[in-house]
């Protein structure tokens, strides 16, 4: 079965940067999305990054585009979430999701316990 495991949040003064960490258990091959997800006190799910690992495309919101960087690392079995010139309006906690046997775009069938994310001004 897979699991997901979210790591790497924290509370960083804007400007800041923090790296989060998706390690991922049970796969059994590479064709599978990881996407990144947040959620902000009294706002929805939205959707921040995914990467689809057998071919390493990438995908961003434009509310992070220039700032943050998705990448895999197939050794570790672990997608990191690079984070740079946070802002306070990216406070939430941040979720990884996994589309097993698929890419982005489509529905996500696991996800992770989170991790929060404080962004202070």
């Known amino acids: 079965e897979v699991q997901l495991v979210e790591s790497g949040g924290g509370l960083v003064q804007a400007g800041g940067s923090l790296r989060l960490s998706c390690a991922a258990f049970?796969?059994?091959?590479?064709?599978?999305?990881i996407g990144w997800f947040r959620q902000a006190p009294g706002k929805g799910r939205e959707g921040v990054s995914c990467?689809?690992?057998?071919?390493?495309?990438?995908y961003y919101a434009d509310s992070v585009k220039g700032r943050f960087t998705i990448s895999s690392d197939s050794a570790k079995n672990t997608v990191y979430l690079q984070m740079n010139s946070l802002k306070p309006e990216d406070t939430a906690v941040y979720y990884c999701?996994?589309?097993?046997?698929?890419?982005?775009?489509?529905?996500?069938?696991?996800w992770g316990q989170g991790t929060q994310v404080t962004v202070s001004s």
């Open positions: 990467i689809f690992r057998e071919d390493g495309s990438s």
């Open positions: 999701a996994a589309a097993v046997g698929r890419g982005c775009g489509y529905e996500y069938d696991y």
């Open positions: 049970g796969f059994t091959s590479d064709r599978y999305a």
